[in-house]
Each structure stands twice: as structure tokens, then as C-alpha cells.
């Protein structure tokens, strides 16, 4: 009776185990080619669920089946004006057919260095079949000073006056062009390239620094020249407004005093001409006051008119 226990212990085991060594399970974001003896056995499954094969002969190899990227190695290219420029570039790319991609490169690390050989020479043969400026520019508007870079090459294109042929967008295409019939034998669909970054070398990166200090420069010493000019136009407002306000004060003051004196002198003339002798006894005493002091000396004649209302006084002793 073990016996017979064991027996069906040792068959239920070796069923799981069976079953478990044939069973493979497909995500949905992947592809798999089953192998017996590193040949392709039927077509790719592409299906997401559980799948069998036979355990220990036959080995699926799993591949993903959405997009992957591709980064390139940053390298230095001179371009048709013979100017080096660092360009960095990616790509977008997929498997569309697992079986031929199992045969040529097998797995994903290799893919990767088959797309490095066959795009960075596209990008190279792109870059150095145009000028500098159809790989940073897709359009011809205005450019600014500090997009014009001086190479230092005497035969360097007149910038101003060149117009773009073909421009980074074009440029890009050409490169996925030339790259995708010979990615087909992969089993590899390049979906897209595109120029990530473009980098000057030492020597153009100093020229367009210096470009770009003397345009910031140019633009401080405008705009202290315009405020310069404005503040002499606020401080020529001011005193000009100034000058108005004291003609306008000065003419209002010289009115009143004007309007004073006639006032004064038409009193003084009214009070003269009601006591004349009064007045000009008065107006005598104010003269004494303010020509003489305790010091004063004056030598005048005895019938000097100035002495008229001095004559019959005497100034008491000690005064």
C-alpha cells in the first residue's frame, strides 16, 4: 500500500514538474520565438497569456515588441564649411520581424550596436555633406547677432544673405532614410532620428561667447545712452518748468509791490496834503534817526535846511 503511495506521489510530481518545465507565460509587451536547438520552431508569439513547449528541448527567447530607444555616442563632425561641431543624436526604433532580428543579432544589446554602426555614419555623411547652419536652423528668419558665428574661415558663408536648403528637420529625415533599408534585414523598423543637441568645439564656443558679451554689451551702453538722454530731457523739463514758475512769482510779486507803492505813496500824498508841515516834520525826524548816532559828527552851516527843526533844540548834557 506505500508502495502504490509513493508511486502516485513520484507520477503527480513528475507531472508538476512537467508542467512547469513546458509552461511559459507572454506579457503583452512581448514577443517570443520559440527555439529547438537554436533553430526557430513555428511562428512568433505575440499574444499575451500562458504557452507550452516542449520542456528541455525546445527555449522561448523573449523580446520586446513596443518602441525602444537609441542613444548615440556625442562625436565631433566637420560640417561642409569646415567647421567641427559635437552632435548628438537618438532614435526611436521596433521589431517587426522576431524571427529575422533572432537570426542576425539575436538580442537586444547587439541590436544596439548594429544601430550605433549603421546611424552614426548617416549622420556623419548628413552633417558633412551641409553647412554649419543648415544643422542648427530650419527657417529663414532674421538671425540675431549671436547666432552668427564666426568660424574664422575666410571662405565662411555670408550668413545674412544664405538661405536654408534643407535645415535640421530635412537633415533629419535624410538620416533616417539612409538608415532604414539597411536595418530591414534585421527584422528592425527605425521609426524616427532626430538631432538631440549641437555643440560648438572649444574655438567656435569662444567666438560665440565673445559675440555674445559684446551684444550684451552693446545693449547696456544703448540703453544707459537712453536713459542718459532721458534724464537730460526730465532735468531740461524741470528747469524749464522751473524758470516758468520764477518768471510767474517774480512778475506776481513785482505786481503787488507795484500796487504797495501806489498804495503807500497815494497815503503818504493825502496825509502831506492835509498837514503838510506835520508831514515834513515827521519825515525830518525819521532822517535824524537813521543819519545820526551817538557818534556822529556833521559840520553844516547855520541855515542848512537839513538843520531847520535843530535850531531850537538843545540836547541835554550827557546825552
Not at 508502495?3 to 511559459?24: M, N, P, R
Not at 512568433?44 to 525546445?58: E, T, V
Not at 544664405?162 to 539597411?182: D, N
Request: proline residues 4%; charged residues 30%; hydrophobic residues 35%.
Amino acid at each position: 500500500m506505500k508502495t502504490q503511495y509513493v508511486a502516485v506521489l513520484i507520477i503527480v510530481a513528475a507531472v508538476c514538474l512537467g508542467f512547469a518545465a513546458s509552461a511559459f507565460v507572454v506579457d503583452e509587451t512581448e514577443i517570443v520565438v520559440v527555439t529547438q536547438f537554436n533553430r526557430v520552431v513555428g511562428e512568433p508569439i505575440n499574444k499575451p497569456g500562458l504557452n507550452f513547449r516542449i520542456p528541455f528541448i525546445q527555449k522561448p527567447n523573449y523580446f520586446l515588441k513596443n518602441i525602444q530607444e537609441w542613444d548615440g555616442e556625442p562625436g565631433q563632425i566637420p560640417t561642409l564649411d569646415k567647421t567641427y561641431i559635437s552632435v548628438d543624436t537618438f532614435a526611436r526604433w521596433r521589431i517587426t520581424d522576431p524571427i529575422a532580428f533572432f537570426e542576425t543579432v539575436t538580442d537586444r544589446e547587439t541590436a544596439l550596436k548594429r544601430l550605433d554602426d549603421i546611424i552614426n555614419p548617416a549622420v556623419r555623411n548628413a552633417v558633412t555633406s551641409h553647412h554649419l547652419i543648415e544643422t542648427v536652423r530650419n527657417s529663414n528668419r532674421q538671425m540675431t547677432s549671436l547666432e552668427q558665428v564666426d568660424t574664422g574661415d575666410a571662405q565662411a558663408l555670408d550668413l545674412k544673405e544664405y538661405r536654408i536648403k534643407t535645415g535640421r528637420e530635412k537633415l533629419s529625415k535624410e538620416i533616417l532614410k539612409a538608415s532604414v533599408p539597411k536595418l530591414k534585414k534585421f527584422g528592425i523598423e527605425l521609426i524616427d532620428v532626430k538631432i538631440k543637441r549641437v555643440n560648438y568645439t572649444q574655438k567656435v564656443q569662444e567666438s560665440v561667447y565673445g559675440r555674445m558679451i559684446a551684444e550684451r554689451n552693446q545693449m547696456a551702453e544703448r540703453i544707459r545712452s537712453e536713459g542718459r538722454g532721458e534724464a537730460f530731457r526730465i532735468e531740461g523739463e524741470k528747469e524749464k518748468e522751473l524758470r516758468g514758475i520764477q518768471s510767474t512769482a517774480y512778475r506776481t510779486a513785482q505786481e503787488i509791490k507795484g500796487k504797495a507803492d501806489a498804495e503807500s505813496t497815494k497815503i503818504y500824498a493825502e496825509a502831506y496834503s492835509k498837514d503838510p508841515e506835520y508831514y515834513s516834520f515827521t519825515k525830518a525826524l525819521e532822517v535824524y534817526k537813521t543819519a545820526f548816532d551817538k557818534k556822529s559828527r556833521v559840520v553844516l552851516t547855520t541855515d542848512s535846511e537839513f538843520l531847520g527843526y535843530l535850531k531850537n533844540f538843545s540836547v541835554p548834557p550827557g546825552e
